[in-house]
C-alpha cells in the first residue's frame, strides 16, 4: 500500500548538480521531491543541464521535460526561481541579469534567512583551480566520473539481485581517499574564504557532488551535493533552519525523505 504524503511548505530549497544530460541523473526522484516541496524560493545551483555531455551525445528522454514542466509550474505560480549557472552548463552565463519566463539567472546571489543571516549562493566552479586553469584536465575528471558511474551502475546491479542496498564507488572516495580529501577541503576553504571577504554568515554551493553542512572553518558552510548519487537538497524552514534532506528510493520503490543533519541556530 502506498504512503499518502503531504505537500512539506518551506521558505527556500537549494538544488544543484542534477546534470541532466547524463544517463544515471536521477531525474525521477527530484521530479517527485519537487512535487512534495512548496517553497518561496528555489535556488538552482549550477550544472542543472549537463552541456559537456550533451555536446556529446544529445540525451533528453521526456523525464526531463516533466522536470522542467513542474519547475516552470511552481515559477509561475508565484515562486521565485533563481539559476545561477555552473561549469557544466555554463551556456547559460551569457544569459547572466536576464530572465527566461519567471526564471532569473544570475552568477552568485546573497540569501537572508528568516534569522537576518546572510548567506552566498555560488555554483563554486569559479573557486575550482583545476575547472579555472587547466580545463582540459577537468574534462578528463569528467571522463573518470562518467568511468567510476558505468561501473557502480553494474556493481549495483549485482548487489540489488544479493538483496543489498545501493553503494556509491565515488561517494567512498571522496570520503576515504586522502587526495579526494584534501581536495574538498581545500574547495571549503576557497569557498569560506569568499565568503567572509563578501561579508556574509554563510555560504551555500554545490559543485563538487559532496553534501555536507558545518560551521568548521569560522563560516557556516554548506554544499547541496547532486542528483546524480545521493539525491541531496537543502531546504530552509519558516523558522530560519537550514536542512540537509536526502530523497531515496525505499525498497518497494515508495521515494521518502530523511533528515541528515540540521543546523545549529
Keep these: 500500500m502506498t504512503e499518502t504524503r503531504q505537500m512539506r511548505r518551506v521558505r527556500a530549497l537549494f538544488i544543484s548538480d542534477v546534470h541532466l544530460g547524463m544517463r544515471p541523473a536521477r531525474v525521477g526522484q527530484l521530479t517527485d521531491f519537487l512535487r512534495h516541496h512548496d517553497a518561496d524560493t528555489i535556488y538552482l545551483v549550477g550544472d542543472i543541464v549537463d552541456g559537456w555531455r550533451l555536446a556529446k551525445s544529445w540525451f533528453w528522454p521526456n523525464d526531463y521535460n516533466i522536470l522542467v514542466q513542474v519547475l516552470l509550474e511552481k515559477a509561475n505560480a508565484g515562486t521565485k526561481v533563481i539559476y545561477l549557472p555552473g561549469n557544466h552548463d555554463e551556456f547559460l552565463r551569457e544569459y547572466l541579469g536576464t530572465y527566461f519566463g519567471e526564471v532569473e539567472f544570475v552568477d552568485r546571489t546573497i540569501h537572508t534567512s528568516a534569522q537576518g543571516k546572510t548567506y552566498l549562493v555560488i555554483h563554486g566552479d569559479q573557486f575550482d583551480v583545476v575547472v579555472m586553469h587547466a580545463k582540459w584536465l577537468a574534462h578528463v575528471g569528467d571522463w573518470a566520473y562518467n568511468a567510476a558511474l558505468r561501473i557502480n551502475m553494474a556493481l549495483n546491479w549485482v548487489r540489488r539481485r544479493l538483496g543489498l542496498q545501493y553503494w556509491s564507488l565515488s561517494a567512498w572516495a571522496k570520503q576515504k581517499v586522502k587526495n579526494a580529501v584534501s581536495v574538498i577541503g581545500r574547495f571549503e576553504e576557497a569557498l569560506v574564504h569568499e565568503a567572509k571577504e563578501s561579508g556574509v554568515d554563510g555560504v ?47 525498497t518497494v520503490g515508495e521515494p521518502r525523505r530523511f533528515r541528515l543533519r540540521r543546523a545549529a541556530s
Design 204 to 250: 551555500i554551493c554545490g559543485h563538487i557532488h559532496f553534501a555536507d553542512m558545518h560551521d568548521r572553518l569560522g563560516i557556516h558552510y554548506i554544499n547541496t551535493g547532486d542528483w546524480v548519487e545521493s539525491c541531496t537538497a537543502v531546504v530552509e524552514n519558516h523558522d530560519g533552519q537550514f536542512e540537509l534532506v536526502k530523497w531515496t528510493e525505499m
